[in-house]
T-cell receptor, first 116, second 112 residues
Framework: GAVVSQHPSRVICKSGTSVKIECRSLDFQATTMFWYRQFPKKSLMLMAT?????????EQGVEKDKFLINHASLTLSTLTVTSAHPEDSSFYICSAYSGTAYYGYTFGSGTRLTVV | DQQVKQNSPSLSVQEGRISILNCDYTNSMFDYFLWYKKYPAEGPTFLISISSIKDKNEDGRFTVFLNKSAKHLSLHIVPSQPGDSAVYFC???????????FGKGTHLIIQP
């Protein structure tokens, strides 16, 4: 079945540095990738939607200059947290839409970001 | 190894009847569980959750049941309405995992 690989699974970085998170669809082409942030024991918050080859669409309240999303190919999307602050510490998860089925949607395993 | 499994890719239910969506998990350390609903071209939205210390949580037409000994949870929707047609994801958290682990989803179709 469809598999989405997300890495790193955990990352610790210093304040002010940037961190890149990758999301790859391993056995299908993802026309659309979604990036979420999860708050402890709470719902997922959709941050942005990216379509291959075009600019990402950000949800209201999400800083596009801080959370850079690149969807350069049909199998890879990246989220870069720039100038990270401790409040950016969270669990980030991607999801890929295959476009081959009406509801084709697969989640990555997530990335725990800790900014110190 | 899939820790959260939704074995039914799709489910068809008559409007007005009860919809039962099932989810199994393997990690006994999970301590909370959530259900998400997803419409096409949208991200999943939170529906209902349950802590591992409970065996039932009810919210309107939606009830989630947790059977820890069987490592099984289910979402009951009654009565089912056309607007309930969507994909439902089961997710589990805690147990040493850093975030949520999702199932593959079940496509619920409510027929008139």
């Amino acid at each position: 079945g469809a598999v989405v690989s997300q890495h790193p699974s955990r990352v610790i970085c210093k304040s002010g540095t940037s961190v890149k998170i990758e999301c790859r669809s391993l056995d299908f082409q993802a026309t659309t990738m979604f990036w979420y942030r999860q708050f402890p024991k709470k719902s997922l918050m959709l941050m942005a939607t990216s379509n291959e080859g075009s600019k990402a669409t950000y949800e209201q309240g999400v800083e596009k200059d801080k959370f850079l999303i690149n969807h350069a190919s049909l199998t890879l999307s990246t989220l870069t947290v720039t100038s990270a602050h401790p409040e950016d510490s969270s669990f980030y998860i991607c999801s890929a839409y295959s476009g081959t089925a009406y509801y084709g949607y697969t989640f990555g395993s997530g990335t725990r970001l800790t900014v110190v | 190894d899939q820790q959260v499994k939704q074995n039914s890719p799709s489910l068809s239910v008559q409007e007005g009847r009860i919809s039962i969506l099932n989810c199994d998990y393997t990690n006994s350390m999970f301590d909370y569980f959530l259900w998400y609903k997803k419409y096409p071209a949208e991200g999943p939205t939170f529906l209902i959750s349950i802590s591992s210390i409970k065996d039932k949580n009810e919210d309107g037409r939606f009830t989630v049941f947790l059977n820890k000994s069987a490592k099984h949870l289910s979402l009951h929707i009654v009565p089912s309405q056309p607007g309930d047609s969507a994909v439902y994801f089961c997710a589990a958290g805690g147990g040493g995992a850093d975030g949520l682990t999702f199932g593959k989803g079940t496509h619920l179709i409510i027929q008139p």
